[in-house]
């Protein structure tokens, strides 16, 4: 996945994850805000250091 598209999925989620948290209107309750925030940091580290899944292509050459 390109940089840019990474900069803003994770500030969606980061914005996203504060107005859950934060907003008074909010489904979730008060009590879980800081793992809400909590949870869209570690999703968020989560892309940056894990490469993507994908096909490697470990079999050229073989086969003809």
């Keep these: 996945m390109p940089s840019d598209v ?3 999925l994770s500030a969606v ?8 948290a ?5 489904p ?3 009590d879980f805000s800081t ?3 909590g949870t869209a940091l570690f999703m968020i580290t989560a892309m940056w ?3 993507e899944a ?9 086969g003809k």
């Design 6 to 8: 990474k900069v803003a």
């Design 13 to 20: 989620t980061f914005v996203v994850a504060l107005v859950l």
């Design 22 to 26: 934060y907003w008074h209107g909010s």
């Design 28 to 30: 979730i309750r008060h």
């Design 35 to 37: 793992f809400v925030v």
């Design 49 to 51: 250091v894990f490469p």
């Design 54 to 62: 994908g096909a490697k292509n470990r079999g050229a050459g073989r």
